[in-house]
């Protein structure tokens, strides 16, 4: 656009005089009415710096009226790691039209998926920073950021997907959305992230001796490292879009997800037993450049987050419908699906449960087990 164009770079005119190249800068402020300085040092180009001036304030003229135009249009950009068949992905494209119709065209959400701003963590800065304004992340990789965010990374806390969203629909979801705030990071919504179990290249995972001496690959959460661990595994964390060639070279030897990212990242391809352990729930979050949202209108902001909540209830259904279609197509494809014990895994990573240091944690752990028979 121009505007940008003229605020990022003044103009400027180098002219060739006898004493050599001289340049002249001129700035431009765009307020009410467009203002011209330029600073003229040699009267031979005052006949050229008028015209140039006539020019730039056609320019700048224009600019303004550009400027005027948009300038209550709010752009955010926003990045993820998922591909565009995934629901995360069409959640937000719904999102997007929902800005669309509520705010009039004025919000305009532009989405880049696939990794293509970089991995999780990168996506994550570039939100703190400002680069763009929007990421949906994996409350596991929040985990440095914010305590709280660990919770969901300790294994079989929820009964099913009815106690989970309980709790996190619940008050304290809201708080825990807010928990990585002071990081410049405020959750929007949850989106579901369903139950994740082990995939692996040679076997099946029957039982905990399954995982021991097997390279795992984890997300960036230092509570998912210490339940392989406890399960006998060497945990090693690798970028979501790195994983499937981690895989295939043996950098690893399975991984954990739910069937939705196992189908949709053809980890199937490489990977040919998935064990339905569940061992975790972690949802993804949609996160926002909180200094971004502070300077948002009070308006803009309940228009944004009323279409970030439909978009959260749009991809919890799609979900649910989807999740049973995959395992299906997992089967079709040969993928050996196994439905191990769940105890002896609980019992092996119940020491990480017994032991949990952080106040919060353990709080929202005990109000996670209030209601586990309660949502039913
Ligand atoms: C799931 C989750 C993502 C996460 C990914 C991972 O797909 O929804 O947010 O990045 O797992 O294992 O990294």
């Given at each position: 656009m121009l505007a940008p164009f003229l605020l990022c770079r003044p103009p400027k005119l180098i002219y060739k005089s006898k004493r050599g190249y001289q340049i002249y800068f001129f700035s431009i402020t765009f307020c009410e009415t467009p203002k011209i300085r330029c600073v003229i040092?040699?009267?031979?180009?005052k006949l050229v710096m008028k015209k140039i001036k006539k020019i730039l304030m056609l320019i700048s003229t224009c600019a303004l009226l550009a400027c005027n135009k948009d300038s209550d249009v709010v752009e955010i950009r926003m990045g993820h790691?998922?591909?565009?068949?995934m629901t995360v992905h069409k959640a937000m494209v719904y999102m997007q039209n929902r800005l669309d119709k509520l705010s009039d065209g004025k919000i305009k959400l532009k989405i880049y998926p696939?990794?293509?701003?970089?991995n999780s963590n990168e996506t994550l800065t570039m939100v703190q920073q400002d680069i763009i304004q929007m990421t949906s992340i994996s409350a596991a990789n929040l985990e440095n950021f914010a305590?709280?965010?660990?919770?969901?990374?300790?294994?079989?806390?929820?009964?099913?997907s009815a106690h989970y969203w309980g709790f996190l629909d619940g008050e304290f979801g809201k708080k825990i959305l807010q928990s990585a705030s002071h990081q410049n990071m405020t959750g929007l919504i949850f989106f579901d992230a369903g139950s994740r179990s082990f995939y692996l290249k040679q076997n099946s995972v029957e039982s905990p001796a399954d995982i021991a001496g097997r390279k795992i690959r984890v997300m960036g959460s230092y509570t998912a490292k210490k339940m392989i661990e406890l399960l006998g595994g060497s945990p090693q964390s690798i970028p979501f879009g790195e994983l499937y060639s981690a895989l295939q070279q043996g950098v690893v030897d399975g991984a954990e997800n739910n069937p939705a990212s196992f189908y949709e990242t053809r980890h199937y391809e490489v990977c040919k037993y998935f064990s339905l352990d569940e061992h975790t729930r972690v949802p993804d979050l949609l996160v926002v450049n909180s200094k971004f949202w502070a300077t948002l209108s009070k308006e803009n902001r309940e228009i944004i987050q009323q279409a970030a909540s439909e978009a959260g209830l749009f991809q919890r259904e799609l979900w649910a419908e989807n999740d049973k279609s995959y395992m299906k197509k997992l089967r079709e494809l040969g993928v050996i699906i196994t439905y191990p014990d769940k105890d002896a895994f609980f019992q092996a990573v119940k020491p990480m449960l017994d032991n949990v240091s952080n106040d919060s944690v353990n709080f929202y752990l005990k109000k996670i087990e209030e209601i586990r028979y309660l949502e039913k």
């Amino acid at each position: 656009m121009l505007a940008p164009f003229l605020l990022c770079r003044p103009p400027k005119l180098i002219y060739k005089s006898k004493r050599g190249y001289q340049i002249y800068f001129f700035s431009i402020t765009f307020c009410e009415t467009p203002k011209i300085r330029c600073v003229i040092l040699n009267p031979v180009v005052k006949l050229v710096m008028k015209k140039i001036k006539k020019i730039l304030m056609l320019i700048s003229t224009c600019a303004l009226l550009a400027c005027n135009k948009d300038s209550d249009v709010v752009e955010i950009r926003m990045g993820h790691n998922m591909t565009e068949q995934m629901t995360v992905h069409k959640a937000m494209v719904y999102m997007q039209n929902r800005l669309d119709k509520l705010s009039d065209g004025k919000i305009k959400l532009k989405i880049y998926p696939n990794s293509q701003l970089g991995n999780s963590n990168e996506t994550l800065t570039m939100v703190q920073q400002d680069i763009i304004q929007m990421t949906s992340i994996s409350a596991a990789n929040l985990e440095n950021f914010a305590p709280e965010m660990s919770l969901f990374s300790y294994p079989y806390i929820f009964e099913d997907s009815a106690h989970y969203w309980g709790f996190l629909d619940g008050e304290f979801g809201k708080k825990i959305l807010q928990s990585a705030s002071h990081q410049n990071m405020t959750g929007l919504i949850f989106f579901d992230a369903g139950s994740r179990s082990f995939y692996l290249k040679q076997n099946s995972v029957e039982s905990p001796a399954d995982i021991a001496g097997r390279k795992i690959r984890v997300m960036g959460s230092y509570t998912a490292k210490k339940m392989i661990e406890l399960l006998g595994g060497s945990p090693q964390s690798i970028p979501f879009g790195e994983l499937y060639s981690a895989l295939q070279q043996g950098v690893v030897d399975g991984a954990e997800n739910n069937p939705a990212s196992f189908y949709e990242t053809r980890h199937y391809e490489v990977c040919k037993y998935f064990s339905l352990d569940e061992h975790t729930r972690v949802p993804d979050l949609l996160v926002v450049n909180s200094k971004f949202w502070a300077t948002l209108s009070k308006e803009n902001r309940e228009i944004i987050q009323q279409a970030a909540s439909e978009a959260g209830l749009f991809q919890r259904e799609l979900w649910a419908e989807n999740d049973k279609s995959y395992m299906k197509k997992l089967r079709e494809l040969g993928v050996i699906i196994t439905y191990p014990d769940k105890d002896a895994f609980f019992q092996a990573v119940k020491p990480m449960l017994d032991n949990v240091s952080n106040d919060s944690v353990n709080f929202y752990l005990k109000k996670i087990e209030e209601i586990r028979y309660l949502e039913k």
